[in-house]
């Protein structure tokens, strides 16, 4: 079972970039579906970007053109590419994993999801 953590996060104003990393141990990633959610202070977790075990790419509406996933697989870690940063981005950001390898689908319910980290803040001021 993969178990993810995240790093990265921090405080940035309004129109700046961060880049996170979710480092996987536990198991192989690439072999599982990966995403990326994040959860603002009384609102539910939602999903923000995922990669499936195809590859296979799906981003949030409110994330498009300026949020970038990607992997390296040699050194089991995704990452996210934030630019343009908003307050409405405001949030912890998770990384999660499945359990199912070698699958093409991509969920997107943090109930699919089986393994996640433990969070990391960003902040973003206006």
């Known amino acids: 079972q993969v178990q993810p953590v995240e790093s990265g996060g921090g405080l940035v104003q309004a129109g700046g970039s961060l880049k996170l990393s979710c480092a996987a141990s536990?198991?192989?990633?690439?072999?599982?579906?990966m995403a990326w959610f994040r959860q603002a202070p009384g609102k539910e977790r939602e999903f923000v970007v995922g990669?499936?075990?195809?590859?296979?790419?799906d981003y949030a509406e409110s994330v498009k053109g300026r949020f970038t996933i990607s992997k390296d697989n040699g050194k089991n870690t995704m990452y996210l590419q934030m630019n343009n940063l908003k307050p409405d981005d405001t949030a912890v950001y998770y990384c999660?994993?499945?359990?199912?390898?070698?699958?093409?689908?991509?969920?997107?319910?943090?109930?699919?999801?089986?393994?996640w980290g433990q969070g990391t803040q960003v902040t973003v001021s206006s």
């Open positions: 536990g198991g192989t990633f690439s072999n599982y579906a």
């Open positions: 990669i499936s075990w195809g590859g296979g790419i």
């Open positions: 999660a994993a499945t359990s199912t390898r070698f699958s093409f689908t991509l969920p997107h319910k943090a109930t699919d999801f089986n393994s």
